[in-house]
Every structure is written in structure tokens, then in C-alpha cells.
């Protein structure tokens, strides 16, 4: 299988996100401070570039998501993008790649991590949403503002927030539009972690290597089947468990997962 280096990544020309790999953790931190890290045809082309790569690469076991700038974490696409006379194929296609990167986030089998400060909002939120943990600092804003000019939130904004909060609070944001704090946030199951502006990034950092030392193996099993069992029976779900279970157990982490507790030390997963 042929694998990208890191080399490949970091010297790739990203013109609105830059990205940094380091100790097997990948950061991609949205780079539009001055119009709030809104998407443009510039990041919407570093998310394309990106997403073929993450999985290319064996030496990255977890990402981390954040954003420059102190207003906001994303406010979603810059408003110009829907002036454009679209005709309606043509949006669905152009649409869809916005999507097949959120996807991949959720589908990818390695822990994504979204560090949010100030607004997230619109496609901004649907990008935390679309990762697996979601730190936010305490004066951090959450909502939806897509139907002010007679649109939804249509990148996850009604499928994923209907599965991760509920109907009710999910009505509250999009239909009402009403933008809610991240005590609020941390309540309804949006947010994972609440921390000050100053823990920030050392919080995201910590987890990020807490989950680099665990196997990545077990760790990209369990977040698909997770995903997975949100749409399916509980009968089916159990057969995913025991699938994944046998193929864990015959790998060589689990072993050395078991000889290091054995030996009371830290075990060195090696993937395999």
C-alpha cells in the first residue's frame, strides 16, 4: 500500500487552513481570522487536498481542529459563495464536496478533536459536529443563522443535530434560530469539554495525546461502530461489537496490551 509522508502534507501550499504534524497528531487550524474563518473556494480546496491524504498516512492517530483569530471558530461559507447564479445540479455537486469532507472526518477512523472558541456557527458548527469531541471555551457561542436568507442548515445542520441533541433543541436552533451559550451547549450533549480561553489548546493537546498512546486498532473500531449503531437495531449493533472484538483479539496490540498490564507498565501499541 502506498502510504503519504508527512513531508507530503506539510509541504503542501494551503492557501486558507494551515496544518502542522506532530508526535502522530495532525492539526488543520482554519486560517480566515478577518472574515470570521468563513469557507471559501481556497478552503473548501485545502479540505478536498487534506481529506484524500489523512487516511494516507499510518503515522497520524489523531487530529485536532481549531482556528486563528479570537472571535470565532468558523461562521460557515462566506455569504458570497450563495450569491453565485448557481443552477441546481450544478450547487448539489458543488455542495456535496463541502459534505464528503465532513464525512470523512465522522467515517475516519481516528479520533478527531474540534478546539472552539467564540462563534461557531452555520458551517462552522457543522464542522465541530462532524468530529468526535468538541472542547469549547466558556464564551463560546453555538447556533444556526442559515434561515435569515431562506436557507437550512444543509451540511449536517439538520442530520447530525437531530441525532446528537434531539428534536426539540434541534427545532430551537435551526427553526428559531436562537444562538445558545456553552454551559447551554454542554447540557443538550453539543459540547463534550467546557475550559477557559487559556486551556484552550493545552486541553485539546492533552486528549490528543491520551488517545495517541492507546491502541489505535481498538480506538478506530469502536468510533465506527459508535457511528454506526446511532442508525441501526440494538441486535444488529451487538454483532458489530463481537465482529470487532474478534478481530482485535487476535492482533498484536491486544497482546501487548495484556502483557503490559501484566508487567504494570505503559504498553508501545505498534498498530498491528
Same mark, same amino acid.
Given at each position: 500500500?502506498?502510504?503519504?509522508?508527512?513531508?507530503v502534507?506539510?509541504?503542501?501550499?494551503?492557501?486558507?487552513?494551515?496544518?502542522?504534524?506532530?508526535?502522530?497528531?495532525l492539526?488543520?487550524?482554519?486560517?480566515?481570522?478577518?472574515?470570521?474563518?468563513?469557507?471559501n473556494?481556497?478552503?473548501?480546496?485545502?479540505?478536498r487536498?487534506?481529506?484524500?491524504?489523512?487516511?494516507?498516512?499510518?503515522d497520524?492517530?489523531?487530529?485536532?481542529?481549531?482556528?486563528e483569530?479570537?472571535?470565532?471558530?468558523?461562521?460557515?461559507?462566506d455569504v458570497?459563495?450563495?450569491?453565485?447564479?448557481?443552477?441546481?445540479?450544478?450547487?448539489?455537486?458543488?455542495?456535496r464536496?463541502?459534505?464528503?469532507?465532513?464525512?470523512?472526518?465522522?467515517?475516519?477512523?481516528?479520533?478527531?478533536?474540534?478546539?472552539?472558541?467564540?462563534?461557531?456557527?452555520?458551517?462552522?458548527?457543522?464542522?465541530?459536529? %462532524?468530529?468526535?469531541?468538541?472542547? @469549547?471555551? %466558556?464564551?463560546?457561542?453555538?447556533?444556526?443563522?442559515?434561515?435569515?436568507i431562506?436557507l437550512?442548515?444543509?451540511?449536517?445542520?439538520?442530520?447530525?443535530?437531530?441525532?446528537?441533541?434531539?428534536?426539540?433543541?434541534?427545532k430551537?436552533?435551526v427553526? @428559531?434560530?436562537?444562538?445558545?451559550?456553552?454551559e447551554?451547549?454542554?447540557?443538550?450533549?453539543?459540547v463534550?469539554?467546557?475550559?477557559? !480561553?487559556?486551556?484552550?489548546?493545552?486541553e485539546a493537546?492533552?486528549? @490528543?495525546?491520551?488517545?495517541?498512546?492507546?491502541?489505535?486498532?481498538?480506538?478506530?473500531l469502536a468510533?465506527?461502530?459508535?457511528?454506526?449503531?446511532?442508525?441501526?437495531?440494538?441486535?444488529?449493533g451487538?454483532i458489530?461489537?463481537r465482529?470487532?472484538q474478534?478481530?482485535?483479539?487476535?492482533?498484536?496490540?491486544?497482546?501487548?496490551g495484556?502483557?503490559?498490564?501484566?508487567?504494570? !507498565?505503559?504498553?508501545?501499541y505498534?498498530?498491528?
Amino acid at each position: 500500500m502506498i502510504t503519504e509522508s508527512n513531508d507530503v502534507i506539510l509541504d503542501h501550499d494551503f492557501k486558507a487552513v494551515k496544518v502542522g504534524i506532530a508526535g502522530q497528531i495532525l492539526t488543520m487550524t482554519l486560517n480566515r481570522p478577518e472574515r470570521l474563518n468563513t469557507f471559501n473556494e481556497d478552503m473548501k480546496e485545502d479540505f478536498r487536498w487534506l481529506e484524500r491524504r489523512i487516511e494516507a498516512n499510518d503515522d497520524i492517530r489523531v487530529m485536532i481542529i481549531n482556528a486563528e483569530g479570537e472571535k470565532a471558530f468558523g461562521a460557515g461559507a462566506d455569504v458570497s459563495w450563495f450569491e453565485q447564479d448557481f443552477l441546481t445540479e450544478r450547487f448539489r455537486i458543488e455542495y456535496r464536496w463541502i459534505h464528503d469532507f465532513f464525512d470523512r472526518l465522522e467515517r475516519i477512523e481516528i479520533p478527531v478533536i474540534a478546539a472552539i472558541q467564540g462563534i461557531c456557527a452555520c458551517g462552522g458548527l457543522e464542522l465541530a459536529m %462532524s468530529c468526535d469531541f468538541r472542547i @469549547a471555551t %466558556s464564551d463560546a457561542r453555538f447556533g444556526f443563522t442559515e434561515g435569515n436568507i431562506n436557507l437550512i442548515p444543509g451540511s449536517g445542520g439538520c442530520s447530525r443535530l437531530v441525532g446528537m441533541i434531539g428534536p426539540g433543541w434541534a427545532k430551537e436552533l435551526v427553526l @428559531a434560530g436562537e444562538f445558545i451559550d456553552a454551559e447551554r451547549a454542554q447540557q443538550i450533549g453539543l459540547v463534550t469539554r467546557i475550559v477557559s !480561553r487559556e486551556e484552550l489548546q493545552s486541553e485539546a493537546q492533552a486528549l @490528543a495525546e491520551k488517545l495517541v498512546a492507546k491502541a489505535p486498532g481498538a480506538l478506530g473500531l469502536a468510533k465506527a461502530i459508535l457511528n454506526t449503531c446511532q442508525n441501526i437495531d440494538g441486535a444488529s449493533g451487538r454483532i458489530l461489537e463481537r465482529i470487532g472484538q474478534s478481530v482485535l483479539i487476535r492482533s498484536d496490540d491486544h497482546k501487548e496490551g495484556v502483557r503490559a498490564f501484566r508487567e504494570k !507498565r505503559r504498553p508501545n501499541y505498534s498498530g498491528r
